[in-house]
């Protein structure tokens, strides 16, 4: 398609109604009521079921939650996430917890905060928090291991408690 | 094992009958072989259903093991003609036969199969029947699915989700039981689990004759126990892992590594005897996981032995060797594999005839070996293979360790006793006739001794792992396992056999068959085609024993070679 362009008229030639016009929106924003945030002095407040970034949780005796199902490895859309089995060999250490991962990573960089893992896991251990601004100073600082997972995730006032009743 | 002999000279032709299956008439024979004792028995209705690919859920019933019919899951309905006072069929004015439904359901595992017999799969009774079972069946497990190994592969969870109720009914509390019950060195169990169907009961009673497993307590308590002061261990214990319809039976060494779900399914071959029992690979990310056997009645039923299963470990070890070396000055250096193979050829290519030996490895495919064959005519060289002798056992284990024996012999690789050549090569390098020696996959020392390898000009080595011979070697070429190559082997009964790669070799290894044909043209040998498939079928075609096979036709289960004169054995 050719679009002609005609040529300007001589009102328009002047420029100057349209450096006016735009003054005159800057003025009147000038006197109205300011929708900028001074982020990040400021932190915006999200609302209830908002989907940040996805952390392990503990229940209420500080056992690790998560059994290792691997169901949220293979659901997440971007794979962002990265389990390591626990193997046959038992942790004496976790008393009657029968399988719990090794090793749980999350990159950040990858997960698109979708919450398919949260709902997918059978065991209520992972859930999508508050946090949307997470920095790091380098690519391997964005994969989220196990301890840090489960310190940011903190722990959940948990109705299962599988291994309790176990 | 009877379910295992290949070609067994055909009994005369079994009868069949005609039965109707959810309105579909079908012809099944009128007896079948019994999975262990071999004998004809009645064709059951399960089998009848098996073979108009009808489904019917069963948890008890194993084509490969005698009959239990304990778990009910199999109740189906049925009907038979009906017979008039005088004796004979009843019949509708259309002409077709009055059935008499029977009264009750039965189990189709073990009701034998009756002419003009009706068999109904899919009624409401029959629905309705399996929904209960199922729901009794739960009534007591765990559901332990996001720790259970055999989630993804459970039989409760399929006929649950398909045949079963989302609700139970069941107010009371569970019954706990053992969990973790340590059976065997290999086996642990976790009784919760187990739905009591026996399979494993029977296949270590019937099959491999070692009778140590029962089950034990009374009602809602029983348990699968081993005989008191005896332990699960014998060369099968894994088999019944995979028979196991349920996560009960766990095996130790996969136990928690990986959801089965993710695992890559390569079909192979176990490469640690000559039986070459049938196997699938499961790999994740370049790791190989499991073996588990895949059914090939010509060669291992369903099985395969634990130490087979076990043995790949090895693939993944850290020290595996990753790239060509060349030894200059004393000292092996790295080089790529344009200059080792153009070295090694220079080498080989100004060798007089006679004075270059090969030392080829049973462990080889068929094709790595006649290509192998076509390097040592060229070079007029004289080959032999290592025999490799271990235990046997009546059911599948072979005493010769090395997968492709056979196929040594009958590419002309090794005489018919593996290893006769070897003194003769021995001597020829010790009397300074022997100038050159090509080894593939074998630790030499220990059959020559070291000062016998360091006589030689030139020691040429392509293998997998580190060893004595590769630290002697002049030129080393890194090699593949086979579950990183494709080919085929020829198995003790002659059975050809290919296998695919399941992962991929570690740095710069390359299929040996990738290899070799290079330095055949670098010796002048000429061109071969540049994959499996092409070298199979011109191997088939110019080597008797092989004669009319194609890789096409092998197919996933092989097929039997005709060996020929004086190598038969
Ligand atoms: S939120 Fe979505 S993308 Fe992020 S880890 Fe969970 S499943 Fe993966
Ligand atoms: S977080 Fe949940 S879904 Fe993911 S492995 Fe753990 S238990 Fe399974
Ligand atoms: S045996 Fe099957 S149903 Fe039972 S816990 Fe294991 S996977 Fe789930
Ligand atoms: S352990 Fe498995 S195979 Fe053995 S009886 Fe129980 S469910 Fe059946
Ligand atoms: S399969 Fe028939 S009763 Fe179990």
């Known amino acids: 398609m050719i679009v002609k362009r005609k040529p300007l008229t001589f009102w328009e030639r002047l420029y100057l109604p349209a450096v006016i016009y735009g003054f005159k929106v800057t003025v009147r924003h000038f006197f109205k009521k300011k929708v900028t945030m001074q982020y990040p002095e400021e932190k915006w407040a999200v609302p209830a079921g908002y989907r940040g970034a996805p952390y392990l949780v503990k229940d209420q005796e500080d056992r690790v939650k998560c059994v290792s199902c691997q169901l949220c490895e293979f659901v997440c859309p971007p794979k962002a996430i990265k389990i390591t089995p626990p193997g046959p060999v038992p942790n004496a250490a976790l008393g009657n917890v029968e399988k719990g991962p090794k090793e749980f990573e999350i990159n950040m960089l990858r997960c698109i905060f979708c919450g398919f893992c949260q709902e997918v896991c059978p065991e209520e251990a992972i859930f999508l928090m508050k946090d949307y601004s997470l920095v790091g100073l380098a690519r391997k600082d964005m994969i989220y291991n196990k301890q840090k997972l489960l310190e940011l995730g903190g722990t959940h006032n948990d109705t299962i408690q599988k291994w309790k009743h176990k | ?569």
């Open chain 2, 1 to 569: 094992m009877t379910n295992a002999t290949p070609s067994a000279p055909q009994p005369e032709p079994v009868p069949t009958i005609t039965v109707k299956i959810n309105g579909q008439s079908v012809a099944v024979p009128k007896t079948q072989p019994h999975p262990v004792t071999g004998q004809m028995m009645p064709t059951t209705m399960i089998q009848a259903c098996e073979l108009a690919r009808v489904e019917v859920p069963h948890y008890c019933y194993h084509a490969k093991l005698p009959v239990a019919g304990n778990c009910r899951m199999c109740l189906v309905e049925y009907g038979t003609p009906a017979l008039g006072p005088d004796r004979k069929p009843l019949v509708n004015p259309d002409g077709t036969p009055v059935i008499a439904k029977a009264p009750n359901p039965a189990i189709s595992c073990a009701t034998p199969v009756s002419p003009g017999m009706e068999i109904y799969t899919e009624t409401a009774n029959v629905k309705s029947i399996r929904k209960a079972i199922l729901e009794f069946l739960l009534i007591n497990h765990p559901l332990d699915c996001p720790i259970c190994d055999q989630a993804g592969e459970c039989k409760l969870q399929e006929y649950s989700s398909e045949y079963g109720q989302a609700k139970s009914q069941f107010a009371e509390f569970k019954v706990h039981k053992p969990k973790q019950v340590d059976l065997g060195p290999r086996i642990l169990l976790d009784n919760e689990r187990c739905i009591l169907c026996t399979r494993c009961i029977r296949f270590t009673r019937d099959i491999v004759k070692d009778d140590v497993l029962g089950i034990v307590n009374r009602g809602g308590h029983n348990a699968i126990a081993t005989y008191p002061g005896t332990a699960f261990d014998n060369n099968y214990t894994l088999n019944t892992v995979d028979i196991c319809p349920v996560g009960a039976l766990t095996s130790k060494d996969f136990r928690f590594q990986m959801r089965v779900w993710f695992l890559k399914e390569t079909k192979s071959l176990c490469a640690s005897c000559a039986t070459g029992c049938n196997v699938v690979i499961g790999s994740r990310e370049g790791r190989i996981y499991r073996y588990v056997p895949r059914e090939n009645d010509a060669v291992n039923a369903g099985w395969m032995c634990d130490a087979g299963r076990l043995n790949y470990r090895w693939i993944g070890r850290e020290d595996r060797l990753k790239q060509c070396l060349i030894r200059q000055d004393g000292a092996p250096r790295p080089a790529s594999w344009k200059d080792a193979l153009a070295a090694i050829c220079a080498r080989l290519q100004s060798a007089t005839a006679g004075s270059v030996a090969i030392v080829a490895s049973a462990r080889q495919t068929n094709e790595e070996l006649f290509l192998l064959q076509k390097i040592a005519t060229q070079l007029k060289a004289v080959t032999d293979s290592i025999p490799r002798v271990g235990a046997g056992d009546s059911l599948l284990v072979n005493a010769d360790k090395n997968p492709n024996s056979n196929g040594a012999r009958w590419l002309g690789i090794a005489p018919a006793e593996l290893g006769a050549n070897l003194p003769r090569v021995a001597a020829g390098i010790a009397k300074g006739e022997i100038k050159t020696l090509l080894v593939l996959g074998e630790e030499m020392t220990r059959h020559f001794g070291a000062e016998t390898l360091r006589k030689l000009d030139a020691l040429i080595v392509s293998d997998i792992l580190p060893n004595a011979t590769v630290s002697l070697a002049h030129f080393v070429l890194p090699g593949c396992a086979p579950a990183e190559k494709r080919g085929t082997f020829t198995n003790a009964r002659g059975q050809v056999q290919k296998f695919m790669s399941a992962v991929t070799p570690p740095g710069e290894a390359r299929p040996e068959l990738e290899f070799l044909r290079e330095i055949l043209a670098g010796i002048g040998g000429g061109e071969v085609p540049g994959n499996v498939e092409a070298v199979f079928d011109w191997m088939a075609q110019v080597t008797p024993a092989y004669q009319g096979l194609t890789w096409a036709a092998l197919g996933d289960k092989g097929l039997a070679a005709a060996p020929t004169g004086a190598n038969q054995v």
